[in-house]
């Protein structure tokens, strides 16, 4: 088996597993409660968080866990909406936002809140000057990803950031769920960056199980109410196991990374170095550092792009149409349609998704059976 689908998901570290197990079964109480068995739970707990902070050099009261992803992005979004709405009802996001954004903010807008979209260019990378033409007095926040999900153009997260300088009341949020381990944390975790995501089954940790960074000063209003948790901002018991677990995923993930990130990049090269003797294939990646080195998104013309992924299944290599959680509702990229790109070619766009586990082997033997696949469709058309 090949798996080429890294970005929407990673299988679990076995030493996170073995934690995961370990912590389920050995600590069985409440973080909340105050007998030793509810303290055992809470130490591990902040343990966890201080652990977190360290890797990513910030404060360890900046760190609240959650879900995952699309519920810190929700948190974001509406937890600024509903905190600072007295002083403005404005966000903006960019065009290739993940669902989890752009969805938040569509529900926003029926609620009485203003969306402005920030356009990208030809590489899928917003601009800079139509941000500032968007930035108004009643502004609350910008939400910009650091990494695209679908074909990993690079956002200038350092150039928004010296931008947002002269308008520090609005909050600056950055999804940072495909950057952690891949680009260089300085890159998207500037001192401007407000609040950023993470989910913890992007790096090698359990499903269900994420945070967010929340700079110290800054307001959200609660996501959950109720029990307290969370420094009063996420009330619900939380999941020690997964909790521990994804702080232990991150040290690992970041560890094999330092010398991973340049053999992906590598691979991902070959793989485009092969594509590229085929003239029905069109690339939406570059080579080059306005994209991620662990994403290549292209397009064999005339072949829908489910059609491409399951034939390859067929042959145990696995890759996906543009994000996992667009795929089974079989919607066009819209990153692609940010981009301006022909329907007919976005309905063929596939993602290959890389991690340092990937070999340039396994690129080699995609190439095989890509080249195999690609007679065959070729006779089909004629």
Aim: glycine content about 6%; some cysteine.
């Amino acid at each position: 088996m090949i798996y080429f689908d890294n970005s929407a998901t990673t299988q679990i570290y076995p030493q996170v597993l073995d934690t995961y197990l370990k912590t389920s079964q050995r600590i069985i109480g409440n973080p909340s409660s105050l007998h030793d068995l509810g303290s055992q739970a809470h130490r591990l707990l902040e343990q966890a968080r201080k652990q977190v902070a360290e890797l990513l050099s910030v404060d360890y009261s900046e760190i609240f866990f959650t879900s995952g992803g699309t519920e810190g992005d929700n948190w974001i979004l509406k937890g600024t909406a509903v905190e600072k709405q007295a002083f403005g009802k404005h966000l903006i996001i960019s065009s290739i936002e993940h669902p989890a954004v752009s969805e938040t903010a569509r529900q926003l807008e029926k609620l009485g809140f203003e969306v402005s979209v920030i356009p990208v260019d030809k590489c899928g990378v917003i601009q800079i000057d139509k941000l500032e033409q968007l930035i108004r007095k009643d502004t609350i926040l910008v939400s910009i990803m650091a990494v695209n999900n679908e074909i990993g153009s690079v956002q200038p997260i350092k150039a928004v950031s010296a931008l947002l300088e002269k308008y520090p009341t609005i909050h600056f949020h950055v999804d940072a769920v495909q950057a952690v381990g891949k680009i260089p944390t300085l890159e998207w975790l500037t001192p401007r960056v407000d609040f950023a995501v993470f989910s913890a089954h992007k790096f090698h940790g359990p499903k269900g199980v994420g945070f967010i960074y929340w700079k110290k000063g800054k307001k959200l209003a609660p996501l959950l109410t109720g029990g307290g948790q969370e420094d009063n901002q996420r009330s619900g018991t939380e999941n020690i196991a997964g909790i521990v677990a994804a702080s232990k995923a991150l040290r690992l993930y970041l560890d094999k990374n330092k010398e991973g990130k340049d053999r992906v990049e590598q691979i991902r090269n070959a793989l485009i170095d092969g594509l590229v003797m085929y003239s029905n294939v069109r690339f939406f990646t570059e080579k080059s550092s306005d994209f991620a080195p662990h994403i290549l998104c292209f397009a064999l013309k005339g072949i829908r792009g489910e059609v491409l992924v399951h034939a390859l299944e067929e042959k145990q290599i696995y890759i996906s149409t543009t994000s996992a959680c667009s795929s089974r509702k079989k919607m066009v990229g819209s990153t692609l349609h940010a981009m301006n790109i022909p329907d007919a070619e976005a309905t063929s766009a596939v993602r290959i998704s890389l991690d340092e586990s990937n070999t340039m082997a396994e690129a080699e033997q995609f190439m095989v059976i890509f080249n195999q696949l690609h007679k065959k469709f070729s006779k089909i058309n004629g």
